[in-house]
């Protein structure tokens, strides 16, 4: 009777064990090889072989022995975040908005460019070519040493990176995005949908890092959800998972009118920015009946969709991100109580705690998958 | 450097070997070891190891030598259905259904009590009961034979079996099936809402069985939902998901309405089955206005419930099961056109091809799930 496994076994188990270290050292303590084994469950030699794989690869790092140690100290090793450069960018209707950040999500170029709602697709395009050239730039990094790069757009995506439609966006259905980006990086590109994006970066280094099931609602101009089920983000049959907005019954497509129609009549301030739409906000805030009036209205039908995804998925979690979600203090207890009123069990709402930079962040985690999807491929058979 | 996993590893591992010997062996022909050692990918040695355990548990059967084979004939074996018997049990409005099948859900007695639909508690576990117990003698089986029992219920169910809230059933909430069961039967006991199994069922046997993801709809006297997302039914945090019709706006509430009022003004038949709706069906599948009329009216109601499902999860394939479904000719085509209205991709629609057993198969499913998550515990480590 033999243990050992061969083939298709051993890649799978390889994957498992080099997914179980790497995960107990994406936390801030170093730990030694004695350590590692105990908290994966891992045989001692299956560790060591694991630790020297991902050292080779570059994952992970030796750290100076803890001082005061008796004897031969033992090494320890951390996740080395800095050894790859990822890149995100995130096209929107009003921006491009470029990350350039190490494994672990860490920051270091933001860039954002300006760009007109109504701009066609070359211009479009070029001014993300500029945002990405100012990106690497501003982080002191050639495009050749970006590992992955992922790229959030509006709009239903393909699997080989082609934007199939977009309404919000001119010109922008069947644009090959994944293309267009590989003439600036040359590594691996792959392109998602914004709001599933946002969802992602939210399980990553957001609100919901603890949820299993999570429904991302992106508020704002568009309202646009992304799901997290069993832990992974749910992308369905084509791809087209998360447009309950489509459907005029769930409320949306209607919801920011109400903002609109206050915003027409009261200020006459810009509409089609949701900065304009936060004055609607400003005054709900300093009690104007009208603003107040116009929020419950925009909130009552933004529940309706959003009751509609809590009563099929029963999530553990409502994230509400977006533009609008800068004013979500007055948004909360509105959206709690219709939830109430419409569901079985109302799930906690959290609203996200990034600025603008949640769909971006997304992208940048899409990245990282590439690379981690690589792991397994990557270690000696 | 070893290859050796051990502890956690390997029950892990060798959970994913005896699922795959299973699978393998859950088609038709027998198989040596030899073809499995080849279909799995396993070696020869960790072949022979999982089949001898598996033999022991009485889950694989050896099969006479193929005739005509030259030399000494290699051992075959088959998955051995007959090893065990599992129990299935459907408590409906009007009817408490059993079977007792094997543990491939073949059927070896399928007993069916009708109830009243205003029967209180006590009067319905009675029939369950009866049902249960006439079942097993039907089949020449002791309780205590039965390895695992699956309950499917209408309404709310918890993790631990118990009814959390029924609107349909009189006196149903709270009632805890699972101890109530065990009473009966005495092997493990799980229960579960009735859509969820139901949409398990079309994945086992039924018309969804090479589909990852699955809208299951129940459509009758009242209009339910179950999800399969990712090949594994969709739960939820509380388990409480595909609740969708619980919302007004989806339409579902209001969609029997339409059958219910032709019935009433035009034969007054009985309107409390699915029976007596059927007559509905009838007519309109002869050429009566009125009845098409409210046919239409029904789809185009159940239709948008269905299009924020399939907007949220982009499924591959949409199950219409339920009472109704006996009259699918005459709805499938008026809800193909209202998806194509609502959706922006049409998932492909199949009738379910169950009578009324699905709900039980899918409970005897359940049971055989039980017996499943014992054949890593039950392995020797």
């Known amino acids: 009777m033999s243990e050992e496994p061969v083939g298709g076994d051993l890649s799978r188990l390889r994957q498992l064990n080099a997914s179980a270290v790497l995960r107990e050292l ?21 560790t060591e072989d694991v630790a020297r794989d991902l050292l080779g690869r570059g994952w992970l790092a030796e750290v100076a022995p803890a001082l005061g140690s008796v004897g031969r100290p033992a090494r320890r090793y951390r996740f080395n975040a800095g050894a790859g450069r990822l890149l ?15 494994l672990d999500g860490e920051v270091l170029n933001q860039t ?4 007109d709602p109504e701009a066609g697709r070359r211009e479009r395009l070029a001014v993300m070519d500029r945002c990405v050239t100012k990106a690497l730039t501003g982080a002191g990094v050639e495009a050749g040493q970006i ?40 590594g691996p590109v792959r392109v998602e949908n914004d709001c599933k994006l946002a969802a992602l970066a939210e399980t990553w280094h957001g609100v919901a890092r603890y949820a299993k099931d999570v429904v991302f609602l992106l508020a704002g101009l568009r309202t646009g959800a992304g799901l997290i089920i069993d832990g992974k983000l749910h992308r369905g049959f084509a791809n ?22 206050w915003l027409e009549t009261t200020t006459r301030r810009d509409a089609s920015t949701s900065v304009g739409f936060e004055s609607v906000f400003i005054a709900a805030r300093a009690g ?20 509609a995804l809590v009563l099929t998925l029963d999530p553990q979690l409502v994230v509400i991100g977006g533009g609008f979600s800068r004013s979500a203090d007055v948004m909360v207890e509105p959206l709690r109580r219709e939830l109430d009123r419409w569901c079985l069990r109302t799930p906690e709402i959290r609203v996200s705690a990034f600025a603008d930079e949640g769909v971006a962040l997304g992208a940048v985690r899409l990245a990282l998958e590439e690379v981690e999807s690589t792991i397994t491929t990557g270690l000696r058979p």
Do not use: F, N
């Open 88 to 102: 995100g960018v995130d096209i929107g209707g009003h921006k491009v908005l470029a990350l350039v950040t190490d």
């Open 240 to 261: 087209w998972s998360g447009e309950i907005g489509a459907l005029p019954a769930a409320g949306w497509l209607r919801a920011p009118e109400h903002l609109t129609a």
């Open 112 to 115: 954002r460019i300006a760009v």
């Open 147 to 186: 590992w992955s790069t992922g790229v959030a757009t509006t709009g239903l995506v393909d699997g080989s990176g082609k934007v199939m439609l977009s309404d919000s966006l001119p010109e922008w259905s069947g644009v090959d995005l994944a293309a267009h980006v590989r003439r600036l990086v040359p």
């Open 288 to 307: 104007d009946q009208g603003a107040l009036q116009a929020v419950r209205d925009y909130v009552r039908d933004l529940a309706v969709g959003t009751s």
């Open 26 to 46: 994406r936390g801030d303590q170093p730990l030694t090889l004695t350590e590692l084994s105990k908290r994966t469950g891992l045989s001692r030699a299956s």
